[in-house]
């Protein structure tokens, strides 16, 4: 650590700026693309009358930006609204990386039977390179190579609050799903909600304009979680018996994501899930019965990807949190 | 609130960073690529009271596959991820 510089301090002597470290300041609003990805209300390739599988919904929204220095992007959302987004992830899309003038893409998954896009996805960037203050007043600070940590005139990151989060580790609104036996032969009933509407953490956040707020939180946790229902059945014929068994089994892969409610005195930020696919397996069995039995058989519908569990849950993740306002596109 | 402190103001004469409010610095910023474990040394983490990590996907392929990110942890100024399967952003801030 350097023995000179420039650290400035608040009151609880918490440092705000420093010349050690080099900040991420505003590059501007990404553009919206697209919606690649609309829909998961129900459970795909499943119906039975009366058994309704309702889903919470999702949809996939992507965004670019043309980052010119090698940077990387930090993205915020500003919802504008209570709807609950993650960033799905970022990714160069032409060029390298590295640079120069590398355009990413970023994915922000919502969720919701209806889509709707952020008011504002929000860009910051290192100032990777640049050597050269934009302005001729202002403050600036520099790292040892010569290049800019700080520049007053660039819109520097002002963190207003940070938290560890993480949503509940079961996404099910209908709790934790099970499997069990003892069912009739070909039950396929529907039993249990994979909706994820109620399913959050709540963390308080400092007092901010609600219509301001934006947030950076990675969807980073994901889950997979099924029901299971194993029937079975014997019957006999005049000379033998039959033994039938079936499985039908519904899945749900989650993702994480986040919302802001309250106004500005009770600001909140609620930590929950979206769904990203769900199918429908059955699997059905009867062995031979012989001379005036019925004949043996199977068959199988869909795939779960992989089995139940939550991962990247722990350790918790951080949110950070900006006023949106403060950064004019 | 303080009569004293830093306020910077943009264009607009609005003011966007005000000692009085900004909590968190940001201090270092890394990707770790997929299966890789790396060490390293953020020298400001020394004049920090607390210090916060975020991760984030980076490049990653979706699908249903199982995306583990990297666990990071640190003692002192020496920061530590492994153990990821799929590249991670690692933003480190600190108050």
């Not at chain 1, 060029?95 to 003038?101: I, K, R, T, V, Y």
């Not at chain 1, 970023?106 to 934009?134: A, N």
């Amino acid at each position: 650590m350097d023995a000179l510089g420039l650290d400035i301090r608040n009151g609880d002597n918490h440092v705000m700026i420093s010349s050690n470290a080099q900040s991420f300041h505003y590059l501007g609003d990404a553009d919206f693309d697209r919606t690649a990805i609309s829909g998961l209300t129900d459970i795909p390739d499943y119906y039975l009358a009366g058994y309704a599988d309702p889903l919470s919904g999702r949809h996939v929204h992507v965004y670019t930006i043309t980052i010119p220095n090698g940077s990387d992007p930090l993205v915020f959302i500003q919802p504008g609204n209570e709807n609950s987004y993650g960033i799905l992830r970022k990714y160069a899309l032409q060029g390298l990386p590295e640079g120069p003038n590398t355009v990413w893409a970023i994915d922000i998954i919502q969720r919701g039977l209806t889509s709707v896009r952020p008011k504002r996805v929000l860009c910051f960037y290192q100032l990777k390179g640049i050597t050269t203050p934009k302005e001729d007043y202002g403050m600036v600070t520099k790292i040892v190579d010569g290049s800019i940590a700080f520049d007053a005139s660039r819109n520097p990151l002002a963190i207003r609050d940070a938290k560890l989060v993480r949503p509940p580790a079961i996404p099910c609104d209908g709790g934790l799903p099970t499997s069990e036996r003892g069912w009739a032969f070909r039950d396929k009933k529907l039993d249990h909600d994979f909706r994820c509407d109620t399913t959050e953490n709540a963390y308080p956040l400092v007092a901010l304009d609600s219509n301001d707020v934006a947030f950076t939180a990675p969807a980073l946790a994901q889950a997979v979680y099924s029901r299971r229902k194993y029937g079975y059945k014997k019957s006999c014929g005049t000379y033998s018996c039959q033994e039938h068994w079936s499985t039908a089994h519904w899945w749900c892969m989650y993702q994480s994501t986040y919302r802001i409610t309250g106004t500005s005195s009770t600001l909140t930020l609620k930590a929950g899930w979206a769904p990203y696919d769900a199918g429908y397996h059955y699997w059905e069995k009867y062995e031979s019965g012989g001379i005036g039995g019925g004949g043996g058989g199977g068959y199988t519908v869909g795939e779960q990807p992989y089995a139940d569990k939550t991962i990247n849950l722990y350790p918790s993740n951080t949110a950070m949190i900006i006023d949106a306002g403060a950064y004019l596109a | 609130m303080s009569t004293h402190g830093v306020q910077l103001r943009n264009e607009a004469g609005e003011v966007f960073f005000d000692t009085n409010f900004t909590t968190w610095n940001f201090l270092d910023y890394r990707v770790v690529g997929a299966d890789e474990s790396v060490s390293w040394e953020i020298p400001g983490a020394a004049l920090m009271d607390e210090v916060m990590i975020q991760r984030s996907f980076l490049d990653v392929p979706l699908g249903d596959q199982e995306s583990y990110v990297c666990k990071v942890g640190w003692v002192d100024t020496t920061f530590t991820a492994s153990n990821g399967k799929v590249p991670t952003a690692v933003f480190v801030l600190g108050r």
